[in-house]
């Protein structure tokens, strides 16, 4: 089947912008996850859902950072008034419950 | 907090020859699971093997096999007959889990290893 996929795959933003990123996981997988990856480092958790509902945010690195998933399938990752600081690639992987996590490509996002 | 230390920024190794990377981690728990992914240039994060923190006996898949000394909290994965297309990041990552096995919660991953294969 279908693994994870995400869009865009690259995301140009101007400082002070918003930007949304999609997340589609494998089809019946329940949790969901988002991962933030600086250049030549390991991924660092943000947020987690099981089904539709957020357990964990405390990976979140500010209140700009906002993420959802309404209907238990498909994520979306909101960074509002983007910083520099927020040029990353941005992870998203899903599991069955209790299973190994599979990542989607990533979303190489840059803030100019 | 769960942390996991990858000691080896940089290895390279010949092809077809065998190469080790090393991987350690702390926790306080006793159920977890402990994997190795490979993340080509290509950036798409791969699972290459998985062991249950509960097994003693050692995961195997096809030329990649680990190392689990669980008392020295030390997880090495050995890529036996290196392959140019095993030239990767390589990430040595944690979960807990929970006393019947099922993992929840997040990845805690290494800083990893940038593996070479040449030829």
């Known amino acids: 089947g279908a693994g994870v996929s995400q869009s865009p795959r690259y995301k140009v933003a101007k400082r002070g912008q918003d930007v949304a990123l999609r997340c589609d996981p494998i089809s019946g997988h329940v949790s969901l996850f988002w991962y933030q990856q600086a250049l030549g480092q390991g991924p660092e958790f943000l947020t987690y859902f099981q089904n539709e509902a957020q357990l964990d945010k405390s990976g979140l690195p500010s209140d700009r950072f906002f993420a959802e998933r309404p209907e238990g399938s498909v994520s979306t990752l909101k960074i509002q008034r983007t910083q520099q600081e927020d040029s990353a690639v941005y992870l998203c992987?899903?599991?069955?419950?209790?299973?190994?996590?599979?990542f989607g490509p990533g979303t190489r996002l840059t803030v100019t | 907090a769960q942390t996991v230390t990858q000691s080896q920024p940089e290895m390279s190794v010949q092809e077809a020859e065998t190469v080790t990377l090393s991987c350690t981690y702390d926790t306080s728990e006793n159920n977890y699971y402990l994997f190795w992914y490979k993340q080509p240039p290509s950036r798409q994060m791969i699972l290459v093997i998985r062991q249950e923190a509960y097994k003693q006996q050692n995961a195997t898949e096809n030329r990649f096999s680990v190392n689990f000394q669980k008392a020295a909290k030390s997880f090495s994965l050995k890529i036996s007959d290196s392959q140019l297309g095993d030239t990767a990041m390589y990430f040595c990552a944690f979960i807990i889990s929970n006393a019947g096995g099922t993992s929840y919660g997040k990845l805690t991953f290494g800083q990893g290893t940038i593996l070479t294969v040449h030829p």
């Open positions: 992987a899903s599991s069955k419950q209790g299973r190994e996590q599979y």
